[in-house]
C-alpha cells in the first residue's frame, strides 16, 4: 500500500506534494493559481508589460515545427516539455483584456496568501519537478494548423449586462417618465384654470338654464268701426319638463282625456330630449291656447314635471263672419292664412324669454339668487280693415241664401266705396269657422272673391264699350249693323236676344248692352282694334294683381295681340280667352262709378300701434283709365241693362234708386282649364246719378245666366247698402234708351 507523502513543515520552501500540478522547478501549486490580485491577474502577470507580447488577445498557442503547438510566451523548459510529449502547466488567462496586468502586492491578502511559506525562486524550481511528474494528457500527433492572422486596432470590449439590469439605469428612467407626467398634469392643470376656466363654467351653468318663452299679446283686427274681428283672450299653456318625467305612459294615460291629445301621442311628447344648442331640454309645450278651466284641472293633477302657466288664445268672435278675409292663427298664435298671414309679422309682435338657474334632481326649482334674465314681450300691432261687420254679415248672409237657391259650388260678392276703393264687404261661399277652422276643408277656406279666377263673360263688355268711347271709335249716339250670325276663324257667334225678324238690324249702344249682344260688341271691338282693347283691358286693371291685402290673389291673365288665334276677335271682346277674378271686376266697374278713375281696393285702413298710436294705411294707387264724360256716358248707356223691357239685368233693380250695371254668362277656369257648369255674374253701381257703391257678385253654378242667378243677390244688397249708409233716394227718372233706331 503505498504511502502518503510527507506534508511539508509550515513555513517551509519546499513544495506540496500530490497537489496536482508536480514539483521541481520551483512550481508553487495550486495556491499561486488562484492568488489573483483585486484586478482579477493572476501571479504570474506580474511579468514586466514590456516583456509580454502587446497583443492579449493573440492565440496562447502557435504553431511550432514539427506540428506541435506551443503557448505563446512558454518558457524554455515549458517548450521543452510540450515537444517531449508532456503538458504544460495549465495558467489562467486574464479576465480582462488590455488592462495592466500589475503583480499584486505582497502586503495585501491575496499577496500573501500565494506566497506564504515560500522562498524567492520557488516556483521556478517547482516547475520542473511537477512537469516531470506529470503524466501526458494529449498526444504531440495533432495536425499542424496555421495560425489565424491577428487583428490589429482597438480591443473588444465583452458584453455587458442588459441595460435596465442597472438599477442606476432603472432609477434614472423612473424618474424621467415621473417627471414627464407630472409635467403633463400640470400644464393641463394650468390649462383648466386659466384658459379653458370660463367655457367649463359657461357650459355648468347651461346645464343648469331653464328657458321659458313669454308669448308676446297678438295685435287685434277690428272692422272699420272698432268691432272686434278677432283678438287673442287669456288663456293657459300646458309645458313639460323632460329630465322630471319618471313614466312617460302615466303622465300621458293622465293628461290626454284633459288635453284632448291621444295617449300615444303624448308619450313621445314627454321623452327626453337634446335643445338645438346642446344640453337637455327643461322646456317643451305640450298645447297651447287651453281655456282657462282646462288648465285648472291640469294643475290640480299636481304633477311635478307639467306646467301650466298664462298664455293667449286667439278668438273670433263673428266664427265665419269674413272668415275667408280674416284668416286664422295656429296654435302658436302664428298667422296660417288671411290677414292674420298676410300682417303676421306685425300683429305678433317680438315674445319675450325668461332664463334662470335651477337646481338638479328632485330641486329643479328656480335657485334664489341664482342667474336671471328676463326679456319683456314686445306686444304686436293691431289692425284696423275696411270691412263693415254689419253690411259684411248682411251680404255674406244674402249671397249664402242664393247660392243655395241657385245650387252654386262656389260664389263671391264685393261691395267697394268707389271713391277711396275701401273693400266694405267680401263674402265667399262656401265659409268656415275661423275659431275652429282644423274641421273644415281646405277649399272652404279659399277667399272667393280674390282667387276665383273666372271667364268674366259679358261683364266684360262695358271695357270694351268703355275703351272705344275713349278713343273715339264710337259715341253715346252711335249705331252698329247687327247680324243674326257671324263668324270668325271658323267660329260661329250669334245673340241670345236676336234682331227682330232674324235679319240684320241697326243698333243702339245702350241697347247693344240691355240685350248683351256679343256680335255688335264684336263690331265695336273692330273699330277699336286688338291692341287697344287689350291696352284697355290691362288699364281697368285685368292681368294684375289689385295687392289689396289678401295672400293668394289670383293675377288673372289677358291675351296678347300677337298670341290671338283666329276666332279670337270674336270671343276676347265678349269676355272669353280672358281670366279675372270678381275683385278686379268689382274695381273696373267702380272706375266707370268714379268718372273713369281706377283706385286700388284696399283692406287695410289703419296700423295701432301697442300704446294706441294710429297709423293710416299706405294711399292707394290711382290712374285716370276714361274722361269724366265717357266714364258718365258710359254710366247711363249702362243703366238701359237694368230699366229697357226684356234687358238682361231687370231683375237687378233697387226700388227707390237709379242702377247701372252688366250681367255675365262665363266659365270657370281651374288650372288653366275650362271645367263644367257656368258662371253667373252680375256687376253694378247706384245711385247711377253719383255713384257710391259697386258690388260684384259672381256664382258658378251647373247651369244658368247672370240676369237669373246673380242680379237678385245685387239687388238685395245693394239696397241694404244703400239704407245702412243712409244714401238719400233718387230723385229722377232713368231716361228712355231706344234700342232699334
Do not use: C
Request: aromatic content about 4%; glycine content about 10%; charged content about 25%.
Amino acid at each position: 500500500m503505498p504511502q502518503r507523502p510527507e506534508e511539508p513543515r509550515r513555513g517551509s520552501t519546499e513544495p506540496r506534494r500530490g497537489s496536482g500540478h508536480g514539483d521541481g522547478d520551483g512550481f508553487a501549486g495550486i495556491s499561486e493559481a488562484r492568488a489573483y490580485t483585486p484586478r482579477g491577474r493572476t501571479v504570474r502577470d506580474r511579468t514586466p508589460r514590456s516583456s509580454r507580447t502587446s497583443d492579449p488577445f493573440r492565440p496562447a498557442l502557435q504553431v511550432v515545427e514539427g506540428g506541435g503547438r506551443q503557448r505563446r510566451g512558454a518558457e524554455p523548459e515549458e517548450r521543452e516539455d510540450e515537444a517531449a510529449g508532456v503538458p504544460a502547466p495549465r495558467k489562467r488567462t486574464p479576465q480582462r483584456a488590455g488592462r495592466d496586468q500589475a503583480a499584486p502586492r505582497e502586503d495585501s491578502p491575496r499577496g500573501r496568501a500565494g506566497t506564504a511559506g515560500r522562498t524567492p525562486g520557488a516556483t521556478k524550481a517547482a516547475k520542473p519537478a511537477t512537469k516531470a511528474a506529470r503524466p501526458a494528457t494529449k498526444p504531440a500527433t495533432r495536425p499542424a494548423k496555421s495560425a489565424k492572422p491577428v487583428k490589429s486596432g482597438k480591443p473588444r470590449r465583452p458584453p455587458g449586462p442588459p441595460k435596465l439590469a442597472d438599477s442606476r439605469r432603472r432609477l434614472r428612467v423612473g424618474t424621467v417618465l415621473a417627471l414627464t407626467l407630472f409635467a403633463t398634469v400640470g400644464i393641463r392643470l394650468v390649462a383648466l384654470q386659466f384658459t379653458d376656466s370660463p367655457t367649463f363654467a359657461a357650459k355648468g351653468l347651461d346645464d343648469r338654464l331653464a328657458r321659458v318663452d313669454l308669448p308676446a299679446p297678438r295685435g287685434a283686427i277690428y272692422d272699420r268701426n272698432g268691432a272686434v274681428l278677432a283678438h287673442s283672450v287669456e288663456a293657459r299653456y300646458v309645458a313639460v319638463d323632460p329630465e322630471l318625467v319618471k313614466d312617460p305612459a302615466k303622465t300621458a294615460a293622465a293628461l290626454s282625456p284633459l288635453l284632448g291629445i291621444p295617449q300615444s301621442e303624448l308619450v313621445g311628447m314627454l321623452r327626453k330630449r337634446t335643445q338645438p344648442g346642446g344640453g337637455a331640454s327643461r322646456f317643451e309645450y305640450l298645447v297651447r291656447g287651453v281655456d282657462i278651466a282646462t288648465g285648472d284641472r291640469v294643475k290640480a293633477l299636481e304633477l311635478p314635471e307639467i306646467i301650466v302657466k298664462r298664455d293667449e288664445r286667439r278668438e273670433v268672435p263673428g266664427h265665419d263672419l269674413a272668415a275667408n278675409v280674416i284668416g286664422f292663427t295656429g296654435e302658436g298664435l302664428n298667422g296660417l292664412e288671411g290677414i292674420e298671414a298676410r300682417y303676421d309679422e306685425l300683429l305678433r309682435g317680438v315674445n319675450g324669454k325668461r332664463v334662470y338657474e335651477i337646481g338638479n334632481g328632485n330641486l329643479a326649482a328656480e335657485i334664489p339668487g341664482g342667474y336671471r334674465k328676463e326679456t319683456k314681450a314686445q306686444p304686436g300691432s293691431s289692425l284696423e280693415l275696411t270691412i263693415d261687420r254689419d253690411l259684411q254679415y248682411t251680404v255674406q248672409h244674402i249671397l249664402a241664401e242664393n247660392m243655395a237657391r241657385v245650387k252654386a259650388t262656389t260664389g263671391a260678392a264685393v261691395v267697394l266705396d268707389v271713391r277711396t276703393g275701401e273693400v266694405l264687404a267680401q263674402a265667399s261661399h262656401p265659409v268656415y269657422d275661423a275659431a275652429d277652422w282644423k274641421k273644415s276643408k281646405s277649399s272652404d277656406r279659399d277667399d272667393a272673391a280674390s282667387s276665383f279666377v273666372v271667364d268674366p263673360g259679358s261683364v266684360h263688355k262695358a271695357i270694351t264699350v268703355g275703351a272705344a268711347l275713349q278713343e273715339g271709335a264710337i259715341t253715346p249716339d252711335s249705331t252698329i249693323l247687327v247680324e243674326p250670325r257671324i263668324t270668325r276663324g271658323g267660329k260661329p257667334f250669334t245673340d241670345t236676344h236676336p234682331p227682330p225678324g232674324y235679319k240684320a238690324t241697326l243698333m243702339t249702344i245702350p241697347g247693344i248692352l240691355a240685350y248683351s249682344s256679343n256680335i255688335g260688341t264684336i263690331h265695336i271691338a273692330d273699330k277699336l282694334g286688338a291692341e287697344k282693347l287689350v291696352e284697355y283691358q290691362k288699364k281697368f286693371g285685368l292681368g294684375s294683381a289689385t295687392g289689396e291685402g289678401v295672400p293668394g290673389e289670383a293675377t288673372g291673365r289677358v291675351l296678347e295681340p300677337k298670341d290671338w288665334s283666329g276666332s279670337a276677335s270674336g270671343s276676347v271682346p265678349i269676355g272669353h280667352s280672358v281670366d279675372v277674378t270678381p275683385l278686379q271686376m268689382a274695381a273696373a266697374y267702380a272706375t266707370i262709378a268714379n268718372d273713369g278713375v281706377w283706385v286700388q281696393p284696399h283692406l287695410v285702413r289703419e296700423t295701432i300701434a301697442p300704446g294706441g298710436e294710429r297709423t293710416p294705411a299706405t294711399a292707394p294707387q290711382t290712374r285716370q283709365v276714361l274722361s269724366a264724360d265717357n266714364a258718365k256716358a258710359l254710366r247711363q248707356m249702362l243703366e238701359a241693362v237694368v230699366t229697357v223691357p226684356e234687358a238682361t239685368g231687370r231683375k237687378a233693380a233697387v226700388p227707390g234708386y237709379r242702377v247701372a250695371g252688366k250681367t255675365g254668362t262665363g266659365s270657370r277656369v281651374v288650372n288653366g282649364q275650362y271645367v263644367s257648369g257656368a258662371v253667373a255674374s252680375f256687376v253694378g253701381m247706384a245711385p247711377v246719378e253719383n255713384p257710391r257703391y259697386v258690388i260684384a257678385v259672381f256664382a258658378h253654378v251647373p247651369a244658368g245666366e247672370g240676369g237669373d242667378v246673380a242680379a237678385p243677390a245685387f239687388s238685395q244688397m245693394m239696397a241694404y247698402t244703400l239704407t245702412h249708409y243712409r244714401v238719400p233716394a233718387t230723385s229722377t227718372k232713368p231716361p228712355k234708351f231706344t234700342v232699334y233706331p
